[in-house]
């Protein structure tokens, strides 16, 4: 028979709970501390393309088209190290505790820049870009920039993959909500194989792919925290 002393059932569970908690917590620490040394890892030798960048923007007589070129360069950057820093609040999307960092964007200049940065990637796979965007379309917006340019970059990355010949085409409008907010509508269609409707349930599944990515062997799906 078993003495008194001999922890319960309940107290074995409670007991097991509380090491699986604590290696939780240890393989977490050990996560945080992988991303941190990556984070740093990649951010020095993005600082390096970002200067070099900057100095030639800087030179005397540099070429149209270089210029051109070293401007992409350096935002495409910028972003990356935007994407870079923000990889380090992955606690707060694990948590989810994810908040809005909201402030006045220039819309204008955002789609131009994704323009620049897509059009040569498009462009590579025989493709071509286009960006119809509404006449009366507002020069500033206040949004979270970073995350708008991310889905934008997403939609249009993903149309370019699975597209093997045509054009990509990214139109964007809104709808007046009132006097200070509105609705903005971002459609990005192409010439690709597309999603089967059967499939369409299933897209905001994690890490789901559709039959065209898994025959593609790229990517792993959508990821939501």
Known sequence: FPSHDTPSGATIKIKAKKVAKFKAEVAN?????????????????????????????????????????????QRSGEYLLTLINNVLDFAKIEAQKTTLNQKDVDLEQLLNDLEDMLHLKAESAGLELFFERQPSLPRYIYTD????????????????????????????????????????????????????????????????????????????GLWVG
């Open 145 to 220: 920039e970073l995350k708008l340019r991310q889905v934008i970059i997403n939609l249009l990355s993903n149309a370019i993959k699975f597209t093997e010949q045509g054009s990509v085409i990214l139109k964007i409008f809104h709808e007046e909500q009132g006097s200070d907010d509105l609705k903005l509508y971002i459609s990005v269609s192409d010439s690709g194989v597309g999603i089967a409707k059967e499939e369409l349930a299933n897209i905001f599944e994690a890490f789901v792919q559709a039959e065209a990515g898994r025959e593609m062997q790229e990517g792993t």
């Open 29 to 73: 620490q050990s996560k945080s501390a992988f991303i941190a040394n990556m984070s740093h890892e990649l951010r020095s030798p993005l600082n390096a393309i970002i200067g070099f960048s900057q100095l030639m923007l800087r030179a005397k007589n540099l070429p149209k088209e270089q210029y051109e070129n070293a401007v992409i360069i």
